[in-house]
């Protein structure tokens, strides 16, 4: 997830630009980046780490420039350097993009073949010298031509100095919205950057392709047909802008998680021969059928993906998982060998427990994967392979997006490992794989129950303590709802497998208890069906997460929260979701600091 920012008309575009990056700025800051078009030449000022850096760089410059396209990148491809910073540039013309290019490996081929040389790492430089590649003079039509040979995901800015008097940009999957002022415009990622100068917004669909003009736009489909697009007026206050109408990052995220997914997925299966591919894996993919074990090693949230990622990869590939905590794996006498495979799941890249465990099993002569959505980060750098993400910063402290990317690329993971190792065939696989395409929708039917769950948080924030239970799959995201309740509200709340309730927590149970019970349908469903029935005749709230037309626990339940059908193995995201807008709201009810709770930070780096 990067930040783009576009604007054509009478004012100082570098300052336009600046001060729509810095409220861009939650969507990547590892380098930044702004071309002008400078007395009819493109001037391109770049740097690297946040926003700060540009704007030192920028400040004993005299930039005149009415026009121009800004840039703030969370890295994909290539690490976060001055190199791989945007804007990216073919003779005569600049762009800036966010968005994944799937196919820039051909693409990047085909281009060094015409004579084209690369200076970035990035995806991004492809897409310019491909515009070039096409440009005969018309610029809009070489962005039409080029979008044409594009597969992946895209929000693109172009500039031109043959063409001074406009900016292209286009979009696909990545969001991208038009700002219509008086004698001029403005284009960006998000509504915040450009707030503060006009109202009027049009929401660029996917296919389209805009030419901003300083009096005015014209909006084409891909095929060149001209499209019309409704404008919309905005009347968010400043606050609600920065979180895009949400009233914390938590909830924006949240929110997020069905966009996050897809960029997760992308690329990165196929469902014509039903495989899955992680770029970067060289060194796995040669020994992958020589190891005998995979341990996983984690904190917190990404621990709990790793416990469900255990049972994916023993189901799918047959090979005994271990999943500890890094501060705990440390300490002990461990027996780990070349036939290990190490799998660091961290969003941050940065925890200090983590690396270090990474850094002992790498000693041991283990290979080390990581899991992780930091391009660069520490973790990143020192693993075998990695597996990003893509989930976009996470600038809530409660992992919400970062923790659902990691399970879904641990899923596709352990596809992975079941069909190198053999024991996934092509149409298990592919049921697999259709089952991950169903999720976005999944999850924005959750979305749509935040009403229901509100009311519930209405009702509980004034509890002392909860009680969350699951099992199998399911068992991980009690611990997980119970860790974001903890994390945010600073209420008690334990998490626990559902048939180990008889073997002491049901002495916690009495009439003021609240008790999650995460019982969609699965292989496990009559058996907590049973455990509701035990925590029920102890007088137990019993508040459960069940599937839709589930008519068993209606007449048991106190409270029924339903969630669509899918899989067993994927049901931990509906209901993993039910879970985080429950703390949410319980949170923001108790009028507390939701993004930032006490005693917390983002990234642990110290023991
Ligand atoms: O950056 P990491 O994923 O390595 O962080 C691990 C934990 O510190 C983190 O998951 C923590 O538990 C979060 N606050 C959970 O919301």
């Known amino acids: 997830m990067c930040g783009i920012v576009g604007y054509i008309g009478d004012k100082s575009a570098s ?82 993009h966010n968005g994944i290019i799937e196919n820039y490996i051909e693409l990047k081929t085909m ?37 044409q040979h594009v597969i992946g995901s895209y929000g693109l800015a172009v500039l031109s100095e043959a063409n001074p008097n406009e900016i292209i940009i286009a979009r696909k999957d990545s969001p991208l919205v038009i700002g219509i002022g008086e004698g001029e415009m403005f284009a960006a990622s998000d509504i915040p950057a450009v707030l503060s100068h006009t109202r009027k917004f049009i929401f660029m669909e996917d ?46 995220e949240i929110y997020e998680q069905p966009r996050a997914i897809i960029d997760t997925i992308r690329g990165r299966y196929s469902l014509e021969d039903s495989r899955v591919n992680f770029a970067d894996f060289e060194k796995i993919q040669s020994v992958v059928k020589d190891f005998s074990r995979v341990v996983i090693v984690a904190c917190g949230t990404s621990w709990h993906a790793g416990l469900i990622a255990k049972f994916y990869i023993e189901k799918f590939a047959k090979i005994p998982v271990e999943v500890d905590i890094a501060s705990e794996f440390r300490y002990r006498n461990l027996v780990i ?32 994967i990581s899991v992780c959505n930091v391009v660069g980060s520490s973790i990143s750098r020192e693993s075998d392979s990695v597996i990003y993400t893509h989930a976009g910063p996470e600038i809530g402290v409660a992992s919400t997006k970062a923790f659902t990317t990691q399970v879904i690329s641990l899923f596709l993971f352990a596809i992975y490992l079941g069909q190198e190792r053999g024991t996934m065939s092509s149409d298990e696989a592919g049921r697999y794989l259709g089952e991950v395409l169903k999720l976005p929708e999944v999850i924005e039917k959750v979305l749509e129950q935040d009403d229901n769950i509100l009311k519930l948080a209405k009702q509980f924030k004034d509890a002392s303590d909860f009680l969350y239970l699951g099992r199998n799959v399911n068992y991980p995201i009690a611990l997980e709802g119970a860790l974001k309740l903890k994390e945010i509200s600073y209420i008690h709340a334990e998490g626990y497998p559902a048939g180990e309730m008889k073997h002491g927590p049901i002495a916690l149970i009495d009439k003021d208890l609240p008790i999650f019970i995460l019982c969609p349908k699965s292989s496990v ?54 879970t985080q807008i429950f703390s949410y709201h319980v949170a923001h009810l108790l009028g507390l600091d939701v993004d930032q709770p006490r005693n917390l930070a983002k990234s642990v780096t110290v023991e």
């Open 15 to 96: 300052s336009v630009l600046m001060e729509g990056l810095a409220k861009l700025e939650y969507r990547g800051y590892d380098s930044a980046g702004i071309a002008l078009l400078e007395s009819g030449k493109i001037e391109v000022e770049r740097s690297v780490g946040k926003l700060i850096n540009l704007r030192e760089k920028l400040s004993d410059k005299k930039y005149s420039a009415n026009v121009g396209i800004g840039h703030t990148r969370w890295a994909t491809h290539g690490k976060p350097s001055f190199d791989n910073a945007h804007p990216h540039s073919s003779e005569g013309l600049t762009i800036v």
């Open 207 to 252: 296919g389209d392709i805009t030419v901003l003009r300083k009096d005015g736009y014209t909006i084409t489909g891909i095929d060149g047909q001209p499209v019309d697009r409704e404008v919309k007026l905005i009347d968010w206050n400043p606050v609600m802008a920065e979180k895009a109408g949400y009233s914390h990052f938590m909830q924006k």
């Open 525 to 578: 469903y009559e058996k907590v069906a049973s455990n509701v029935e035990e925590a029920k005749t102890r007088d137990g709230i019993i508040i459960a997460v069940v599937t839709e037309g589930d008519e068993g626990l209606k007449g048991i339940c106190d409270h029924i929260i339903e969630i669509p059908d899918i899989i067993e193995e994927l049901s931990v995201f509906p209901t993993v979701v039910v």
């Open 337 to 368: 060998d070349e036939k290990t495979l190490f799998v660091a799941i961290t969003q941050s890249g940065e925890t200090a427990d983590t690396l270090s465990a990474l850094r002992i099993a790498k000693e041991h002569g283990a290979k080390v």
């Open 111 to 147: 281009l060094k073949e015409k004579g084209f040389t690369f200076v970035s790492e990035t995806d991004t430089e492809v897409v310019a010298h491909l515009i070039k590649s096409n440009f005969d003079g018309d610029l809009k039509s070489a962005v039409q031509k080029t979008v």
